[in-house]
């Protein structure tokens, strides 16, 4: 199993990044797929996450209306589109995959694979 992301970087307060997580290795449209992320001295927090068919999801209280995830299982790839970004959104961004198909949970023991995480600053 291989999570590998992207997209991340440096915007202004205000700005938009569309971070991508290419998989790899499983049979993606099985499993639900979530972002997280990780603030210095933070523990790692749900940002979002989606169902195998993409019709459902799933949202932090501080992102809803602003994030946009997304996934297109014919390329593997979850997408997360994040507008209207603010410095407290400042976190690295990690893609996981769930330890068993078609399950949701919010808990990090849900999930048995992480990408590497991609850095996400948001100046102010």
């Known amino acids: 199993v291989q999570l590998v992301e992207s997209g991340g970087g440096l915007v202004q307060s205000g700005g938009s990044l569309r971070l991508s997580c290419a998989a790899s290795?499983?049979?993606?449209?099985?499993?639900?797929m979530s972002w997280y992320r990780q603030a210095p001295g933070m523990e790692r927090e749900l940002v979002a996450a989606?169902?195998?068919?993409?019709?459902?999801?799933e949202y932090a209280d501080s992102v809803k209306g602003r994030f946009t995830i997304s996934r297109d299982n014919a390329k593997n790839t979850v997408y997360l589109q994040m507008n209207s970004l603010e410095p407290e959104d400042t976190a690295v961004y990690y893609c996981?995959?769930?330890?068993?198909?078609?399950?949701?949970?919010?808990?990090?023991?849900?999930?048995?694979?992480w990408g590497q995480g991609t850095q996400v600053t948001v100046s102010s």
């Open positions: 996981g995959k769930t330890r068993q198909p078609n399950s949701y949970s919010a808990g990090i023991d849900a999930y048995d694979y």
């Open positions: 290795g499983f049979t993606f449209n099985f499993y639900v």
């Open positions: 989606i169902y195998p068919a993409g019709y459902i999801t």
